[in-house]
């Protein structure tokens, strides 16, 4: 993707560039976008020393991703980031958007959104409010409209916070592996690590220097999504519109216009978009001249769609855009990288500690890529939709029928807003693999508060469990409260990303192959209990000299 923009400073722990710079991390992470800033916080919950190294100075303020599907709103909630992500969406255009304009008869410009398939509007008047999937998580305010832009500097704060070191203007250019750990060269000198993690983009140099395979589709499209002063686009419709030759979507009120054509990707890509391009793709797709000035963003981008065969390489680890390439249609790219942070963060953090079990680490490409297969399909299915054959348009008025029924508005929006989402893990319980019920509990919390440390969680009201669970204080938390209502299982054991792994009646054996399963071996009753510490910041240190 190629972009053009002005660049908002992000406030970080960061010192200066001048300063000496450190030698030796637990873990770094190439690439400082939502990606890796939530694996930074992460693994700094989990005690691991990090350091991340993005290359450009500054957040890029070019619109992307708009909406926060619900896995990565739960994930933000139970890390207690709730609050500023509400106080960032009343910041946001989103806080009067146009979709609650009326025109002057009193009726609605647009239908209520609820998302899209293929440029087909989703209505929430239309979702099936009797679906209990759809009654969402507590609180049931839930922000998921807020800029990519903004989730990262909410994310660069907290990771900051937490004690992760956090470093623009720095590009990892190279690394070398060997048995003990990684040297990463950057333009301020060599790194020395334990881990490294790509979090680096769909381009990424560490996926390219690792030798990753990275097979998939090559792209159809060239699209430009813009925020400018248009002249002449008064003439479309508003909302989505597909046309002879392509799809466009037109956005007046918040000067937005995104254009779709086929016939492949540009002849360079690496050069950034202009507003020469933007005015002829306009003129291509609708037909219509327009005159463009004043760009506030401007992106041009492909539906390349591809994914590593697996996302670790010995000590080489990768997430987020560089594990997975696919068009942005949905917002899904923000949402998958968020989530593969979240999986991967404390599996990683445990293996730095030496708590981590055999094969825990491996679990990460187990859970992970399947769900990004899943979106590269998604995505492609609606690029399917879009063209302008006629084989195509017919199957999209099918479609488009589809979604305008209560079922498959319903069908679409569960599968947008990632509800549906869940991990193959054993055990007969529905919930075992799927994210976690908020519970109110007695005690007057609720099940997210005991989470914002990132240490995993065993509800245990009965206490029956005390024995079996003692040698793992170090590394989850336990919660005697009696949960609020009848749906709760008697027991539960919550992982670290916040998903079921064991339901049920108490069980000491039971509970005790599951928490070897996830959390490795206990500690013995006289072991100092020294837990990992958010709040205070590791030392680097350094290697001997030679």
Known sequence: MTTR???????????????????????????????????AGELRAGGASVTVLER???????????????????ALYRRGLLPALRRAQEQTEWAHSFMSIRRSDGTRA???????????????????????????????????????????????????????DIRRGVEVTGFEEDTDGVTVSTGEGLIR?????????????????????????????????AVADIAGVQSLGVGWHATA???????????????????????????????EELRASIRHVTGVDVTVSGITSLTRFTDNARQATTYRQGRVLLAGDAAHVHSPFGGQGLNLGLGDAMNLGWKLAATVRGTAPKGLLDTYTAERHPLGAWVLDWTRAQIALMRPDPY?????????????????ATYFAKKISGLWQRY???????????STPDYELADGSRLADHMHDGRAVLLDPSG??????????????????????????????????????WAGEPNESALSNVLGTWLGTPITPLTPITPPSAAQKPEPTRPARE
Not at 20 to 39: C, H
Not at 63 to 72: D, E, F, I, V, Y
Not at 392 to 408: H, I, N, P, W
Not at 479 to 492: E, F, M, R, Y
Request: net charge negative; proline share 8%.
């Open 5 to 39: 923009s002005d660049t908002a400073t992000v406030p970080t722990n960061s010192r200066s560039r001048a300063a000496e710079f450190p030698s030796s991390y637990d873990v770094v992470i190439a690439g400082g976008g939502p990606t890796g800033l939530m694996l």
């Open 56 to 74: 450009l100075t500054d957040v890029a303020t070019t619109l992307k991703a708009g909406t926060l599907n619900r896995p990565s709103v739960e």
């Open 110 to 164: 647009l239908p209520r959104f609820a998302g899209h398939f293929a440029a087909i509007a989703l209505s929430d008047e239309m979702l099936d409010a009797s679906d209990p999937d759809l009654s969402g998580l507590h609180p049931p305010d839930l922000v998921d409209l807020v800029h990519q832009r903004q989730v990262e500097v909410l994310l660069s704060e907290h990771a900051a916070r937490l004690g992760a």
């Open 193 to 225: 690590c334990k881990w490294l993690v790509g979090c680096d983009g769909g381009r990424s140099t560490v996926r390219k220097r690792a030798g990753f395979d990275f097979p998939g589709t090559d792209p159809e499209i060239t699209a430009y999504h």
């Open 245 to 275: 030759t392509g799809v466009y979507i037109n956005d007046p009120p918040r000067k937005r216009i995104t254009t779709i054509a086929f016939g492949g990707a540009p002849a360079d890509r690496d050069t950034p978009a202009t507003a």
């Open 392 to 408: 195509a348009r017919a199957l999209r008025e099918v479609v488009s029928d589809l979604a305008g029924t209560t079922q498959g």
């Open 424 to 434: 193959d893990l054993p055990g007969d319980d529905p919930l075992v693999g799927a």
């Open 464 to 501: 029956t469990l005390r024995a079996a669970s003692a040698g793992y204080r170090d590394r989850m938390r336990t919660i005697t409260s009696d949960p609020v209502g009848n749906d709760a299982p008697a027991t539960l054991f919550v992982r670290p990303d916040g998903y079921v792994a």
